[in-house]
């Protein structure tokens, strides 16, 4: 199977400090990209996406960057809340002719924000 | 809240049995898939469903099988369960079939193997 890899584990940040979560993916056939944040007790909730033809999007307070040379992706949160304390999931989409679309998700990265 | 449903919530049973897990997707929504998610594992792709046809299917064991019915709720059905399938199965709705149509999560299903 494909490797969806983040390079750390937990993050501790202090309220209002900007987050960086870090994604590494195997695959440079991979089209497409998501960030989810799964809270505690809940399904992965859908943050930003961002196409193989792009290298950065931004939405509100969150920006993904897609480095293809080095197969990274990054999750940059701004002014980190509390409200903002969860795992952090990237996933991967991959089309093969038998299987149809694929997504392969990373372990997760657990942020934590320090009041 | 997602507007998914699963049900159960939670679901004990032992080896060797048989379950079904049920989701109902959003409100005009087509697509259903179905994630395993351990903690062994993570999260794991099983199988997607769009207007009651399979479009792919991803780790999913020959035990497992699903199916979206004309309502376009979903069922993942679990035989032959071993202790390894205790996990949390989640499944998410969209609206269409494209890979970047927004998923929506449902809750999930604890399952617990005993």
């Known amino acids: 199977g494909e490797s969806v890899g983040l390079h750390l584990p937990t993050l501790s940040v202090q309220e209002g400090d900007n987050s960086i979560i870090n994604c590494a993916y195997s695959n440079s056939a991979s089209d497409y990209f998501i960030w989810y944040k799964q809270e505690s007790g809940k399904g992965p909730q859908f943050i930003i996406d961002i196409r193989s033809n792009m290298d950065k999007r931004q939405g509100q307070r969150v920006t993904v960057l897609l480095n293809k040379t080095v197969k990274h992706l990054s999750l940059q949160i701004a002014a980190t809340q509390p409200g903002d304390s969860a795992v952090y999931f990237c996933?991967?989409?991959?089309?093969?002719?038998?299987?149809?679309?694929?997504?392969?998700f990373g372990t997760g990265t657990s942020l934590t924000v320090i009041p | 809240d997602s507007g998914v449903t699963q049900t159960p919530k939670h679901l004990i049973t032992a080896t060797g049995q048989r379950v079904t897990l049920r989701c109902s997707p959003r409100?005009?929504?087509?697509?259903v898939y179905w994630y395993q998610q351990s903690l062994d594992q993570g999260l794991q792709f099983l199988i997607h469903?769009?207007?009651?046809?399979?479009?792919a299917k991803g780790n999913i064991l020959e035990r497992f099988s699903a199916q979206q019915f004309p309502d376009l709720h979903s069922e993942l059905n679990l035989s032959s369960l071993e202790l390894g399938d205790s996990a949390l199965y989640f499944c998410?709705?969209?609206?269409?079939?494209?890979?970047?149509?927004?998923?929506?999560f449902g809750p999930g299903t604890r399952l617990t193997v005993l």
């Open positions: 409100s005009g929504d087509l697509s």
């Open positions: 996933a991967e989409n991959l089309i093969y002719p038998n299987t149809g679309n694929q997504f392969y």
């Open positions: 469903y769009y207007n009651g046809e399979e479009r």
């Open positions: 998410a709705s969209s609206v269409g079939l494209a890979d970047y149509n927004e998923q929506f």
